[in-house]
C-alpha cells in the first residue's frame, strides 16, 4: 500500500489522513505493536511518535470497521456462537463472539459474566442487528439454551463441540494480539479493539487456501480499493 497524500487534511491533524489510515491498516492487519508501526512509519520518512499512533488507532478503528459492516452483504442465516476466557487487571472476563457460517465477523461482547444473562445480551443484540438466524451452533454450554428458545423460537440450535470448530479458529488472532498487547488493560480497551479488529481482518483475510493466486490478488486490491475510499470518508 502506497502513502499518497491527495486527499483533504483532517482538522487538528498535522498529518495527512492517508498516514493515519496508513497506521491503522498496518496494526490491524499484521500482529504489530505501536512502536513497530512507528518504525514502519518511519522507514518512509515519517516522524511521529508511538502515541500519536495510539491515538489515531483508539480514534479511527471503529470508523474503518463501521464502514466495513454497513458496506459487506447481509451474513447468512447460520450462525456460530461461542465464549473464551480473557484476562483484563488479574481479573477473568469472557469473549462472546458469533460469526456467519462464512465466516464473517457478526459481532463480539466482551462481559464479566458466563450464564444466561450474559448469553441473552449478547444473543439479543445479535438478533435486533441481523433477525433471527435459522441455524445456531454453539458449544455446549446451557447458558445458551433458554435466550435463543426465547429470541429465536424457530431456530434449531445444535449444541455440538465439534461442529463450531470454525469459531474456534476465529479466536486464534486474538489471542495472538493478548499476547502481543500484554493482555488487554480494561474491558473498554479490549471491546474497542477486538470490534474494529475482526472487521478489518475480515477484509484484509480472505480464505487464501480457497483461492487461486489472481482471486486472491483480484481481492487484495478490491480490499485496498475499499480502504481508500473509507480513507477519503475519515471526519476530524
Known sequence: MNIPTIMPRLKGFRFPREIIAYAVWAYHRFALSTADVEDLLAAR?????????????????QHFADCIKRDRPRP?????????????????????????????????????????????????????????PRVVITDKLRSYIKPIKILAPEADHRAHKGLNNAIEVSHRPTRKREKIMGRFKSHLQAQRFLSAHDQINLVFRPRRYQLTANSY????????NLWDDYTAEMTA
Open 45 to 61: 520518512g515519517v516522524i511521529v511518535s508511538r502515541e500519536a499512533v495510539r491515538l489515531w488507532i483508539n480514534r479511527f478503528g
Open 76 to 132: 447468512n442465516d447460520k450462525w456460530h456462537m461461542d465464549e473464551v476466557v480473557i484476562m483484563i487487571g488479574g481479573k477473568k472476563h469472557w469473549l462472546w463472539r458469533a460469526i456467519a457460517a462464512n465466516g464473517d465477523a457478526l459481532d463480539i461482547l466482551v462481559q464479566t459474566r458466563r450464564n444466561a444473562k450474559a448469553a441473552k445480551r449478547f444473543f439479543n443484540g445479535l438478533v435486533a442487528k441481523f433477525g433471527e
Open 217 to 224: 490478488r483480484h481481492a487484495r486490491s478490491d480490499a485496498f
